[in-house]
Nanobody
Framework: QVQLVESGGGLVQPGGSLRVSCAAS????????MGWYRQAPGKQRELVAG???????NYADSVKGRFTISRDNAKNTVYLQMNSLKPEDTAVYYC?????????????????WGQGTQVTVSS
């Protein structure tokens, strides 16, 4: 039905920058809220940033002023620009999208998750 594919993770030094992307594909009718979550080893998955269809954003306090979420609706893609990265930002980053999709002449709606991309901040 719908797939979310993340890219752009990797290893970066403290203070560095990284941008991760997440592209949605499949039988998409519309994409509503999109967001980025992260999960560090031994911790629960947490919301990092979210963006609505009309561009309203919200951020976790721990990343405010350092991370920027954006989206390109024409490309069904959401981005997370991460600046001034800290070792505590190390985690697997997952994108999430609330999507309505076509199936057999009907419309469905579901929240989809990407497979995750590793971000490691270390010297």
């Amino acid at each position: 039905q719908v797939q979310l594919v993340e890219s752009g993770g990797g290893l970066v030094q403290p203070g560095g920058s990284l941008r991760v992307s997440c592209a949605a594909s499949g039988s998409i009718h519309n994409i509503y809220d999109m967001g980025w979550y992260r999960q560090a080893p031994g911790k629960q998955r947490e919301l990092v940033a979210g963006i609505s269809a009309n561009g309203d954003t919200n951020y976790a306090d721990s990343v405010k002023g350092r991370f920027t979420i954006s989206r390109d609706n024409a490309k069904n893609t959401v981005y997370l620009q991460m600046n001034s990265l800290k070792p505590e930002d190390t985690a697997v980053y997952y994108c999430n999208a609330d999507v309505s999709y076509y199936y057999g002449g009907f419309l469905g709606r579901k929240a989809y998750w990407g497979q995750g991309t590793q971000v490691t901040v270390s010297s």
